[in-house]
């Protein structure tokens, strides 16, 4: 599996914790989290969930450093975010836009006046 399809996956998991919390409890997102680790071969993820600024759920998988047997922990391992970012954007415009606090139709400057006019 690919590098891209693989953060795809993690980042489709990241968004499917928000509502397993709510519909099945912390353990079922656990085992949700794991299978999906196996399944997606990746080495390893950390996943942390807050809600109204209260971390509810932080967790490691897995190893940050296969190599060195360092295990994952959401407080210090560190990841390169790569394109992972684009992801995270169209899904807070999605949902910017599903609480209709975004409108893609309007200019940019609506909401920054002082972003630059297309020439």
């Known amino acids: 599996m690919n590098t891209k399809l693989k953060i795809v996956l993690l ?3 990241a968004l499917f914790v928000q509502f397993s919390f709510a519909q099945r409890g912390l353990k079922n997102a656990t085992r949700y ?3 999906l680790k196996e399944e997606s071969q990746t080495v390893g993820l950390c996943v ?3 809600i109204d600024g209260k971390t509810i759920y932080s967790k490691g998988f897995g190893y940050e450093s296969l190599e060195h047997e360092v295990k994952a922990d959401p407080a210090k391992t560190r990841y ?11 899904a807070a415009i999605g949902i910017l836009m599903n609480e209709r606090k975004l409108n893609i139709d309007l200019s940019a400057q609506m909401y920054a006046s002082y972003f630059p006019h297309k020439r």
């Open 11 to 13: 980042l489709i998991a």
């Open 33 to 35: 989290i794991k299978n």
């Open 48 to 50: 942390t969930a807050s």
């Open 80 to 90: 390169r975010i790569a394109s992972i970012s684009k992801a995270f954007t169209s």
